[in-house]
Structure formats: C-alpha cells, structure tokens
C-alpha cells in the first residue's frame, strides 16, 4: 500500500462538501473507519471540483443507518445508504471482502453473502471486509483511491496515482474475470476513458471482444441506468466514438447499429445528436433522453416506415407502425420508459407533419408543444446529409413570422414543396 501525506498531494478539504465531512468524522468518531473515494478524489487529485462524494467505511449498513437519523439503505445486489443533507446526497458503502464462488448463498451467513450465476456474473455481493480488501474489488485503478480527512493522507493499494499520472483505465484485477463478474464495466471502462481523455490499458482493451456478448445477460432495465449515464453526463460524442471503436453498441442497438455501419448518414445522424447534448449540457439547459433515443433508432424506423409505404401503407400509418416496431424491438435489449418514448414518437411523427407548409395546421404547428423538438431533429438529420428539400431553412424563417404573416405565407404555398432562403441554424435538444 502506497500512503500519500499532506504535503504530497494536492487534496483540500475545502473542496469536499460539508455533507461528506460530517459523516467521515461521525463514523470515526464512533470508532469506524471511514474515507472519501472513488471520483471524488480521482477528481479532486486531477484538480476538479466534484459534485458528489462516497464514502467507504468498515460500519454495515445497518451501523450507518442507527447513526444518521437522515439516512436509508438501499440496494439489493449490494447494500448501501444514502444520508441526505437538503439536497445533497452523501452515498456511504460498507467495504466490501472477497466473494466466494457458491452458487445459492448459506442460510447461516445472514447478510454477509454473494450469489453468482452459472456463467459467473455477481447475483448478489454484500460481502463486506477490509480496506484492503475494498480497494481490490473496486472496478478501476484510477477510482480506487482512499482520502482520510482525519490523517489527510490518502491511500492507494492498486497503482491508481500511477495511472491518474499516465491517463490511463485500467480493469483491477484480471479484466476477462472482472469482466464475467459484472460486463457493465466493459462500458464503465470506456466511460470514464471518453470522460477523462484518457487511454484505455492496453491489457484491459483485449479482454473486451472476448466478454462484450457478455452484455446480452444484463437486465434492460440496469442497461437504462448505464445509458443514461454513458450518454447524459456531457461527453456522449466522445462515449458514443468509443461504443462504436469497441463494437458495443452492437449489444445496445444492435438495429440502430447495424444501420449505422451500412449508411455513413445514419451514424452522422446519431453523432451529432451527441454532439448536441453535450453542448446543451455544457451550457446548463435541459436535455431528455427522448432526444438522443429518437436520433439512435431513427435509421430503423425511417427504414421501416419506408418499407411499409412501398407495400401500399399511407406515411402516418407507416411511420406510426415502424416506431412502434423499432421501439419494441430496442426494448429487448435496453428498457424505454413510457415518459421517453411517447416524444420519441411524436418527434419522429412530426417529420411528416414539417412537409406539409399549406394552411392554418402548418401556422398553427410552431405553437406545439414539440414543434422545438421536431424542428430541433429536422435540423439535425440536414446536417447528417439527409436531402430534406431544404425544410429546414424555410421552417427557420417561418417560426419567426407572427400568426397573421404564417397564415398569409402558408395559404401561397402549393404544397409541400418548395424553397426558401437558406438562414442561420439553430440546434436545440428541447423536447
């Protein structure tokens, strides 16, 4: 174990929240270890300001919750609580011990126990033990490090100040076992490499085609909470790049996928959704993952909902079958919540409505609740490369004109078609 005092690191506790403060000197002073970890202090030695802080201790759960008043446990696969201050959150994790290999855990062991399947994916890990032991089954180097606010020393047991000092993510431990315990750190991995701009290790690189199918066991649900994190943290573009160079969105679009490696318009579609994200997150607006989702299976249901026309199906109602095939089928792998894929569709929809340029329903369209959105896409798939009879510049312009001049410029119009003075483009990701 490498021990890194005061005056060898940068570490101030004026940049650790009064919140995490408070529990680390609670828990010692009722005997327990207790240290910030992970990316607060990965952030906090590269010179960031981090927003939220963990904390590791020795105290179980149960310990935590007695001791804090404002707190509750949560989590089954491993249990840990939250102690709130107002609106902070302070994530307090017992350290956890080395899991044995039992399939079905024993009735005597109480709540020290882990589960594994078959193939050796963790069902269940509340084994808890040392910090030593902690610091081993953590998923990366980098987020692996320990700081005392007691000692103000901070304590590195897996070569993570190495890596902080070469840029480098690295797997702890073997990276094909890691990998077949949990895969979800094959995309944590690439996460936090695209967040960081850091390299990935050579060594963990190579396990990730062997154990990426691995992802297939994870529940759509769980895949949720990963995309959102991967693609709402404010580096999409980068994570986005990265997902394709490791051949992982195959495991999460596998479709959207697919078109993306046929049409060099689809892929551009999706990355400059990304793009857009992070530059609305970068600037402090609001962003939806119905925004994103639309752009990723847009390939697939503007495919299909072709496909449908052709056979004799009238555009609403083909589009209106392939986004709920597309959806559905997304679904398989990666749950969609209700309140995400209603917009996705009414983005999607509202493509065929921003051909129409005739009468009072063209005027009146700029007043919807999701015109934004679907303006916002209708942008986007220009910029891709898609041939669109330059909708976009003439909606750019006609949004700006009061009700009365919409209603006397769309009355001219003679049908869908047309042209209009190429303007100044602005993307949103509002929906």
Known sequence: MNIIPRDQHNISRKNISDGALKVMARLRGSGHQAYLVGGAV???LLGGHPKDFDIATDATPETVHALFRNSRIIGRRFRIVHVRFGREIIEVTTFRGHHDNDLEPSSESGGNHSRQSASGLLLRDNVYG???EDAVRRDLTVNALYYDSGTFEVFDHVHGLKD????SICIIGEPAVRFTEDPVRMLRVLRFAAKLEFKIDTHTARAIPGCAHLLAEIPAARLFDEFL???LSGYAAATFDMLIRHKLMLYLFPDSYAEMLRHTVAHALVRAAMASTDQRIAQDKPVTP???????????????ALRLQERGDPPPAAMHSAAQEAISEAARNISIPKRFSQPMREIWEFQLRLENRRGRKAAELVDHRRFRAAYDFLLLREQAGEDTGDLGSWWTEFQQLPMEQRLAQAAQEKGPGGGGRRSRRRSSNRA
């Open 164 to 167: 902080l000092e070469r840029r």
């Open 42 to 44: 990965r952030d906090l």
């Open 290 to 304: 119905a925004f994103i989702l639309a752009a990723l299976l847009w390939p697939v249901v503007q495919r299909e």
């Open 130 to 132: 040392t910090l030593e």
């Open 229 to 231: 994190k991967l693609f």
